[in-house]
């Protein structure tokens, strides 16, 4: 079967098997290996991509149920070689140990900034609660999700 | 040379230019972008698979393995057994208990008896459950007391205690005379599975007919050479191991990289292809090591004044199927049983025994963590019966320079515990804090205090070794087998090489551990990385250093010791502006022929110790800790929050506290798992729960308010700028105060964790009746 995607803001048509699942067309297929396996069963959180901007796991979701949507892995969130504010943010806070689950984490925190500029910590919490890591203790993940927020706040003020 | 004082003896600095400061670590970069490669990206698409057939018995003897059905399957390639394994096939790693391949006996639901190679996982997958086994099924043991009773049945030749350990100090008969009060008690402590979030893989590639290299997760590199050679009956050149960037580890990949890497290797070999050998999360949570579970009958007095006499502790030790690394887990438990506090008079005994479940493993605590469970809560115990303030009653018996350890080890310098125990009251202001209740809910405030011994036991020789090379462009390449899981030890060593040679920290490239071009550095574990690796570090940077200086003298004409290396630039001291850079030098060394590489060895002090009564200088120095929690629990559904923990931690030095930081709150969130949560449940010796859906770990719910780490520096004289290790102790504290502020919030207190909301309500329910 065929599937028209728009991966990282770059089109393509994938030839794909009906039962093949997202994270191996982007995986094995595109190799695009930042999307990581964790449980295979939608259960970690670390393969979480973003399709149409709203985040899904790549392990539950079949490649032709994402046919004509646009596909955004952790490798297209940095834009023109400049990292991402949550990029950066995970760097200063200190939020990355294994770096195992990060690709997923700032996947998930992506969509929440989208979906909401300024959470509270418990809203940051809630969000992120389907993404497990076991080095952190997501201190410095909450810490680095919300000095993302902050500096967007910011930087949205200066451009007004 | 104590390398405590390089600063001030050697660099001549007055104060540091990159050690101990907060830097981005130079790893993050490609983490946060997605390039970061782990074992499983490495595979190309297409590879051969490999899969493990498990016994489904857990103990029984073997009659037949049939795969004849199994090779039929369309993309199944072949299947290995025991008698296809061209070297030994025995991959125990204290005692040669363990076969690679299970051929005349399986020890518990979960033993290897083959191995399915396939072009593809449904194959594979189709393989295994095609794969027949006969079995004459044995009684099992899946309890302790069952494996221990007088006419149970081996379950290895030697039968059911797989070792033993003792400790005798002093005089306990009339240690427990001078008490005037004593408390008995047993405690015990469950398996705890790790829930790293990247299973266990290794890909293999053949090299001609006598050469593989394999990329693997592992915390130890050189321990997988050994045992995969070993099964392929080759030497150790033969055997190339990578270790990839690795998703966590805690322990278990110290344990597991070695059978990961084999499986692969031994495929790859046998049917001449590459291999990819990747764990399920089922497979991994059901079958592979887990914490060790414990029993401890704990029996100890102090008299009037509030002074520990005397403790009598009895430690057995759950195996499992196998002994893995439970003479050194015992070991542990039986040194640090007395927990930070000096008894003039011990008596310890511990006993590691086989049952037929899923066996034991190194698991970050090592031993320790239960240990100071039942410590730390035998110490509550007593202060209240001798009505003391639970913190009053351990500054009084606390370790300090000058006092002995339980092994008899004179503590001559570094010993923060008491620092740490003080500021932690102090941060929480456990003096003021009263119990308090809202409703259902009620809140208390708990203490625990943890010591854990940084470098192998018993006296054991310890060493590690790394190599720093200067290229010509100014920037260096280090190498060391000491293992990046997480936990950030090779940046530290980066930072340690930064400071001595004066290269900004980018300059300093890591390489990941290859064991035909690193040096040995010993394993990753044992929280040994920074403070046995870094000090390697540091000897290879101050060679080099040597000569750096020497050729730069000369390039500056000025004296050596006016020579200052900062910034990637060598100046003169008094005139910074007579400098050349880094590259200039490098080149100069190399048109001299002076060596631009160095080989750093480091070798822990001489120790000894006596095996008779468990008495000397057990390990080379001990990193402390202490913290204090506040809980809250509602008494009408028995869950607990922890609401907020205050940690310490003696770390000798900070070689980068935002690292130090992540550790311990790392440490928080699995000790809360620990302590509340995390439960493995078994049904005939068969794990329920190997989900993360059903084998509950904590989420970005449930971690608390952590108080900004205090960290007490207290330097070990024979480590690079006097680091201690920080990793395992970090978790050791933590689990105790959380243990025993429940019991000041309840008046509950339990010796069995974990303390889930279904076992604190039933216990809230039976204290009202």
């Not at chain 2, 390990?619 to 506040?630: D, G, N």
Request: hydrophobic share 40%; net charge negative; charged share 25%.
């Amino acid at each position: 079967m065929k599937v028209e995607l728009t991966i990282n803001r770059r089109k393509g048509i994938f030839e794909v098997e009906p039962n093949e699942l997202l994270i191996n067309l982007l995986r094995e297929k595109i190799r695009l290996t930042g999307t990581k396996y964790g449980c295979g069963i939608g259960m970690c959180g670390a393969c979480t991509v973003l399709l149409d901007g709203e985040p899904v796991l790549a392990c539950l979701t079949l490649a032709v149920d994402a046919d004509g949507g646009e596909v955004e892995t952790i490798e297209g969130v940095a834009r023109e070689g400049k990292l991402d504010d949550l990029q950066e943010a995970f760097l200063e806070e200190g939020a990355v140990q294994c770096g195992y689950c990060t690709p997923g984490f700032i996947m998930t925190a992506k969509a929440l900034l989208n979906e909401n500029p300024s959470p509270s910590e418990d809203e940051i919490r809630g969000y992120l609660k389907g993404n497990y890591c076991r080095c952190t203790g997501y201190v410095n993940i909450i810490k680095a999700v919300q000095r993302a927020a902050e500096k967007r706040k910011r930087i949205g003020k200066q451009e007004i | 040379m104590e390398y405590a004082n390089i600063l001030q003896d050697l660099l001549k600095r007055d104060e540091y230019l990159i050690v101990g400061k907060k830097v981005a670590r130079t790893d993050a970069l490609d983490k946060v972008l997605g390039r970061a490669l782990f074992t499983a990206d490495y595979v190309p698409k297409g590879t051969m698979v490999v899969k493990v057939v498990r016994s489904l018995q857990p103990h029984a003897l073997i009659r037949k393995i049939d795969y004849k059905e199994a090779l039929k399957i369309p993309g199944v390639i072949r299947v290995i057994t025991a008698s296809d394994i061209p070297g030994e096939n025995q991959i125990g790693y204290a005692l040669p208990d363990q076969p690679f391949l299970n051929d005349a006996k399986v020890h518990y639901v979960g033993d290897p008896l083959a191995l399915v190679c396939a072009s593809d996982e449904y194959s594979a997958s189709e393989a295994v459950d095609a794969i027949k086994v006969e079995y004459n099924a044995l009684p099992s043991h899946l309890t302790v007391d069952s494996a221990l009773a007088s006419d149970a049945i081996p379950i290895h030749d030697g039968g059911n205690i797989a070792v033993k350990t003792r400790i005798r100090k002093g005089d306990v008969a009339k240690g427990f005379k001078e008490s005037t009060v004593e408390v008995e008690e047993t405690y015990e402590t469950p398996y705890q599975e790790h829930m790293y979030l990247e299973t266990e893989a290794a890909y293999a590639i053949p090299e001609g007919s006598d050469k593989v290299t394999v990329i693997g997760t592992m915390q130890s590199p050189f321990l997988v050479r050994e045992k995969v050679a070993k099964i392929l009956g080759w030497s150790l050149s033969q055997v190339r191991i990578i270790q990839a960037l690795t998703g966590g580890a805690f322990g278990k990949k110290d344990d597991m990289g070695p059978l990961v890497c084999a499986e692969a290797a031994l495929a790859a070999v046998l049917v001449g292809k590459p291999a990819a050998r990747i764990y399920d999360r089922d497979e991994s949570v059901a079958y592979t090591p887990k914490r060790f579970p414990a029993r401890f009958r704990y029996r100890s007095g102090a008299d009037s004044e509030g002074k520990l006499k005397a403790i009598e502790v009895e430690i057995t030790l759950e195996c499992g199927a196998y002994a893995n690394r439970s003479p050194f887990w015992l070991w542990r438990q039986t040194a640090h049983a007395a927990g930070p506090y000096y008894v003039p008079n011990a008596a310890i005994d511990g006993k590691a025994v086989y049952t037929n479940k899923v066996y034991g493993g190194s698991f970050r605590g090592f031993g320790d963590l239960a240990m100071q469970f039942a410590a730390e809560s035998q110490m509550d115990r007593l202060a209240e019966k001798i009505n003391i303030d639970p913190i009053e009653f351990r500054l009084k018996n606390i370790l300090k320079t000058g006092l002995t350890t339980t092994c008899d080890q004179l503590l001559d310098h570094s010993v923060g515990i008491e620092e740490c125990l003080r500021r932690v009251a102090e941060a929480s202001n456990w003096s003021k804090y009263v119990p308090c209740k809202e409703g259902s809910r009620v809140r208390g405030l708990g203490v625990g205090c943890a010591y854990h011994g940084i470098s192998t036991s018993r006296g054991t020789p310890d060493w590690s070794a790394c190599s720093l090379i200067l290229n010509q462009d100014g920037t260096f390449t280090y190498r060391t087998g000491i293992c990046e899981l997480g936990q950030g030890s090779p940046i530290g060593h980066a930072k340690i090489v930064s400071e001595i040679v004066g290269a900004p920290l980018d300059f300093i490239h890591v390489e990941l551990p290859d064991t035909s071009s690193t040096p040995d550095a010993k394993p990753t574990h044992g929280s040994r990385g920074l403070m046995l690796g870094g000090t390697a570090a540091a000897d290879a940077a101050l060679k080099l250093r040597d000569n750096m200086l020497k050729v730069a003298a000369e390039m500056l004409e000025c004296r050596e010791d006016e020579v200052e290396l900062k910034g990637g630039e060598a100046f003169e001291r008094g005139t910074p502006s007579n400098k050349i850079s880094f590259s200039e030098l490098a080149e100069e060394l190399y048109a001299r022929g002076i060596s631009p590489a160095s080989y750093g060895f480091y070798a822990s002090p001489k120790r000894y110790f006596d095996p008779e009564t468990g008495l000397g200088v057990n390990y080379s120095v001990y990193t402390f800790a202490a913290s204090v929690a506040e809980v809250e629990v509602d008494l009408e559904t028995g869950e607990t929050t922890v609401l907020k923990v205050w940690p310490a931690m003696d770390v000798g030095k900070a070689i980068d506290p935002l690292m130090i930081e992540g550790q311990i709150e790392g440490a928080v969130s699995q000790g809360i798992g620990f302590a509340l949560m995390e439960n493995l449940i078994l049904e005939d010796g068969v794990v329920l729960n190997p989900f993360f859906k059903d084998y509950i770990i904590p989420s970005a719910l449930d971690t608390p308010e952590i108080a900004k780490p205090i960290l007490v520096e207290k330097p070990y004289k024979h480590s690079a700028f006097g680091a201690k290790g920080v990793g395992e102790p970090a978790i050791i504290s933590i689990v105790p105060a959380i243990v025993n502020a429940i019991h000041n919030a309840t008046g509950i207190r339990f010796n069995t964790l974990p303390i889930t909301a279904e076992r604190l309500y039933d216990a809230i329910r039976r204290s009202r009746q």
